[in-house]
């Protein structure tokens, strides 16, 4: 690892794109919570009772309902939280919100709204990650999902400072630790958590790619195939690394054929096999809590709401 800052990670120096296209919230099929109203009717059988039901919360709109990212959570909208962490960095210069444009422009921006400019949703992951790419001008551009609301400025800052000292990558990748997330977070619900070394991880949801990385994403169709596929497998990158190194180890790599290979090992092979720079980023487990479900989304405002 370098020893000094990049130049290109400077003060105020680093567009950032929001990928907030359009998914949905999995609602688990929950039955109704009944109960009697027994106070008016005490001297009949529970069976005759009239019942009340308590429906399961849904979002406010339709809109929501079709639109993760602009579900509210505590009075906001969820990408808010990202775009304001995002503002509120001291590294950050413009910051693009590639996702449905006309319900986007509705929200209400409460910090950081001179940062933000919002760029049309193109249909796939891949055409949004390119298409907010190119919109942005900074060498290094920093990509974050839309569903991570736990996301401060400092982690920003923190997954930002680590990618400085690291000068010659293509893709750096934030990831998390298990015993950080169950000592921080413990009764939220997280993924597979994959070893690599005597460590135990689980990768978040911003990472950073080199501009003439992104431009040969951009020229490369054949490329952009396999982007897609690992973007669909992202619940797994870790174990795709692991596996990927195991299977070109060298002689001098025999040592790991038994177990997993550490993330500096799996980054060097990865470099000789395929000529890019991927750098593992250790980060705050809030780079990584995303939310899928109801059952999230309600955990997630619970710690929001402490909070």
Known sequence: ?????????????????????????????????????????????????????????????????????????????????????????????????????????????????EKIKFVDDKGSFVDNLVEGGNASQSNKILFSTSDIPLIKKEHINNFIEKCSYRRDGDFYLAYYLKEDYEKNFPGVKSGKF???????????????????????????KEFQKIISYLYDQRKYAWKLLATLAKCHLSGLALKYIFKKPPIEEAERILYEKIGFHFYGIESSTRTGIDIDSSEELQKIEEIIKKS
Not at 197 to 204: A, I
């Open 194 to 220: 994959y070893q690599l070394g005597d460590k135990f991880v689980k990768n978040g949801c911003i990472f950073m790619l080199d501009r003439d990385f992104l431009d040969d994403i951009n020229k490369n």
């Open 1 to 113: 690892m370098n020893k000094n800052n990049n130049p290109n990670f400077a003060e105020n120096s680093i567009d950032a794109v929001v990928l907030a296209g359009k998914s949905k919230l999995t609602f688990q099929s929950l039955l109704p919570i009944t109960y009697p109203s027994s106070y008016f009717y005490s001297s009949h059988p529970y069976a005759f009772y009239p019942t009340e039901i308590i429906n399961q919360q849904q979002p406010e709109t339709k809109a929501e309902f079709d639109y993760k990212a602009i579900i509210k959570i505590d009075g906001k909208p969820m990408v808010n939280y990202v775009m304001e962490a995002l503002a509120e960095s001291s590294y950050t210069k413009n910051i693009y919100v590639v996702g449905e444009e006309d319900l986007l422009n509705k929200i209400d921006i409460q910090r950081g709204k």
